[in-house]
């Protein structure tokens, strides 16, 4: 009964490289949200997908950033030209439907740092 | 739009002693509330929940946290806290119309010592 799934746990990247993350919902959830953990700062929302569909991209950086949920496999957060400024903890997390009041459970984060 | 203030970015505690964690909320609209729990390097956590009804919420493991709509809060609260409830606390909101998407305060570092 396998939770939220991340990977990789930790990457690091090289400035102007391009950073994948991965998330495997939990099974039976169909809706993937990505939130940003800065350093001294809480989670701030990004994006909330459904399988092939984007809900939600308020809170995706305009450029650089993008995000996909395919109908086959995990959801993709894709940084690319990465800078010193992205470096930070990538969680995703994922629920059975778009009800407010579900409970969303988080994956245990990719942690991003770019040298 | 939504936005939630944890006073207390850090609460030093003795173990055994009581503790209050601070959560307050600004919203248009009406919002269902969260307590997450995460310890070091490690994802969320969900503590407990405030959907309606009963104003007090409980956990399993001994938290509650009161809806406060006048004063717009949800406090966290435990009358007796363990070395192991060593922690950061974070209080969301999600809109009761809307999606599920979560917004967040800072957190609060709950550290315990001996």
């Known amino acids: 009964n396998a939770g939220v799934m991340q990977n990789p746990r930790h990457l690091v990247r090289r400035r102007g490289q391009e950073a994948r993350l991965r998330c495997s919902p939990m099974?039976?959830?169909?809706?993937v949200y990505w939130y940003r953990q800065l350093p001294e700062e809480g989670l701030k929302f990004m994006v909330y997908?459904?399988?092939?569909?984007?809900?939600?991209e308020s809170g995706m950086p305009k450029e650089r950033f993008s995000a996909e949920f395919p109908k086959e496999g995990p959801s993709i957060l894709r940084i690319q030209q990465v800078v010193r400024g992205d470096s930070a903890a990538y969680f995703c997390?994922?629920?059975?439907?778009?009800?407010?009041?579900?409970?969303?459970?988080f994956g245990e984060g990719s942690w991003l740092t770019v040298v | 739009a939504q936005s939630v203030t944890q006073l207390d970015s850090q609460v030093p505690v003795f173990e055994e002693a009581p503790v209050e964690l601070r959560c307050n909320y600004s919203?248009?609209?009406?919002?269902?509330l969260f307590w997450y729990v995460q310890y070091p390097n490690q994802g969320l956590q969900l503590l407990l929940k405030?959907?309606?009804?009963?104003?007090l919420v409980e956990s399993i493991n001994g938290f509650e946290a009161e809806f406060n709509k006048s004063q717009t809060s949800f406090h966290l609260r435990k009358p007796s806290v363990h070395i192991s409830d060593t922690a950061e606390y974070f209080c969301?909101?999600?809109?009761?119309?809307?999606?599920?998407?979560?917004?967040f305060g800072k957190g609060t570092m709950l550290l315990v010592s001996p």
């Open positions: 099974k039976g959830h169909s809706h």
């Open positions: 997908l459904q399988k092939e569909n984007i809900i939600d």
């Open positions: 919203s248009s609209v009406s919002v269902y």
């Open positions: 969301a909101v999600s809109d009761r119309s809307g999606y599920s998407t979560l917004t």
């Open positions: 997390a994922s629920s059975p439907d778009s009800t407010s009041g579900n409970t969303i459970y």
């Open positions: 405030y959907l309606s009804g009963s104003t």
